[in-house]
């Protein structure tokens, strides 16, 4: 199972957008595909349709219940092919119970190892931090991928998360790659919106994913409906650059 964290400290960069509509894109061209929503907000596991306060165990469980099981956490969604572990509010509080616990930051790594093989990916949509949490999402996955708003107090934030994804790569977790980073509210006709493009290029070369993402009002509204792009707009610009995107990562 190929793991990718989707991180970005910094809020209101598309974050959790990226995260449901790639898996969406995913499940579109025929993977299995899970979800992980790792953001007390739980707007990953709204966007896809599911109520977070009904569901009965969520990925809090994952991090305070040794005997859970971890399939038993998931939830189908309102597409084919893709399955979510739901978050909620009481993953707010999850951090305080693992300060004391060992291997804290292997928590996600070992509990995940018990579905290994049942996905052909997983993708995690991490909290807007750089948190404990986030850690985890890192040490567990294969690839992280970071979406950037295209402004120029993006380099800042994508700075700090850099650092820290050079930390677990020497403390914790060698094999983990950066797969790349994904200008997203892009908007072409603005001369800010080129210039950053122009310096995110230039800067970091080829970690630049080739597809971006456009501001989109058929993606804005997406989420309101509870639903991927996908199945809201279809034939949406939005749908049209996530299932690009997916061909790309491959």
Sequence with gaps: MRTVAIA????????????????????????????????????????????????????YDLFVDKNASVSEMMSETN?????????NVLLSGVELEL????????????????INGTYDLCLIDCSPSLSLLTVNALVASDQVLIPVQTHYYALEG????????????????????????????????????????????????????NTVIHKD???????SAHESVFLYAPDSNGAYEHRILAEEIG
């Design 79 to 87: 597409m084919k092919g893709l399955t979510i572990l739901p978050s």
């Design 217 to 223: 009002v058929r993606l804005a509204e997406a989420p």
């Design 158 to 209: 994508l700075r700090q998360l850099l650092e820290t994804v050079d930390i677990v790569q020497r403390r914790f977790n060698e094999n983990l790659e950066i797969l790349g980073i994904l200008l997203t509210f892009v908007e072409s006709r603005t001369k800010l919106s080129r210039q950053v493009q122009k310096q995110m290029r230039e800067y970091f070369g080829d970690l630049v994913f």
């Design 99 to 114: 300060a004391s616990m060992e291997n804290r930051e292997h928590v996600m790594d070992n509990r995940l190892k018990d």
């Design 8 to 59: 970005n400290q910094k809020g209101g960069c598309g974050k959790t957008t990226t995260a449901v509509n790639l898996a969406a894109a995913f499940a579109v061209m025929g993977k299995k595909v899970l979800l992980i929503d790792l953001d007390p907000q739980a707007h990953a596991t709204l966007g896809l349709g599911c109520d977070p306060e009904s569901a009965e165990k969520t990925v």
